[in-house]
T-cell receptor
Framework: NAGVTQTPKFQVLKTGQSMTLQCAQDMNHEYMSWYRQDPGMGLRLIHYSVGAGITDQGEVPNGYNVSRSTTEDFPLRLLSAAPSQTSVYFC???????????????FGAGSRLTVL | AQSVTQPDIHITVSEGASLELRCNYSYGATPYLFWYVQSPGQGLQLLLKYFSGDTLVQGIKGFEAEFKRSQSSFNLRKPSVHWSDAAEYFCAVGAVGNNDMRFGAGTRLTVKP
């Protein structure tokens, strides 16, 4: 059971380049999300999805696109990278409903992105 | 939307000493509350959670947290800290009825030998 797998672990981009951060989970979780982690700011929610074909914006969605064509995968796309997007990105997933009423997130190991 | 404040950016304690990390939340209804721990270069691991019922919850690695509705707080405690507890700790709040989770800025714990 791999849990939540993120690729790549490290990436360096130049301003204006595009790229996709991959996230896959094998736990049949309906809910998947992307966070960015910046020093002193904790984790901020970028986008999330509660199932295939359904996505929604979080706190800081600008500059990022997502899609959810399958339950397993939730890629995060940067269409035109900017230095402000230098960060560590975490994908997380959970069941939408649990017997306890709310989600317990399982996190990937993170992807460190540097935009020059 | 809900929000979380962790007032302490960095805390240093001696090994064997007690620990309390503070967390205050803002949410108009009963929140779901979580503490996660992040070791350097790693993802986040759940320490404990509060959904309802007993306001004192036990977690892994000997941690506990107490939900105090009157103070909008969910402080994390450990009676005796071990060197391996050095990490960053995040408090998070979830909203009833949706999946939106908000995290605090984190508290970095250093453990002195």
């Amino acid at each position: 059971n791999a849990g939540v797998t993120q690729t790549p672990k490290f990436q360096v981009l130049k301003t204006g380049q595009s790229m996709t951060l991959q996230c896959a989970q094998d736990m049949n979780h309906e809910y998947m999300s992307w966070y960015r982690q910046d020093p002193g700011m904790g984790l901020r929610l970028i986008h999330y999805s509660v199932g295939a074909g359904i996505t929604d914006q979080g706190e800081v969605p600008n500059g990022y696109n997502v899609s959810r064509s399958t339950t397993e995968d939730f890629p995060l796309r940067l269409l035109s990278a900017a230095p402000s997007q230098t960060s560590v990105y975490f994908c997380a997933s959970s069941y939408v409903r649990t017997s306890s009423g709310a989600n317990v997130l399982t996190f990937g190991a993170g992807s460190r992105l540097t935009v020059l | 939307a809900q929000s979380v404040t962790q007032p302490d950016i960095h805390i240093t304690v001696s090994e064997g000493a007690s620990l309390e990390l503070r967390c205050n939340y803002s949410y108009g209804a009963t929140p779901y509350l979580f503490w996660y721990v992040q070791s350097p270069g790693q993802g986040l691991q759940l320490l404990l959670k509060y959904f309802s019922g007993d306001t004192l919850v036990q977690g892994i690695k000997g941690f506990e947290a107490e939900f105090k509705r009157s103070q909008s707080s969910f402080n994390l405690r450990k009676p005796s800290v071990h060197w391996s507890d050095a990490a960053e700790y995040f408090c998070a709040v979830g909203a009833v009825g949706n999946n939106d989770m908000r995290f605090g800025a984190g508290t970095r714990l250093t453990v002195k030998p």
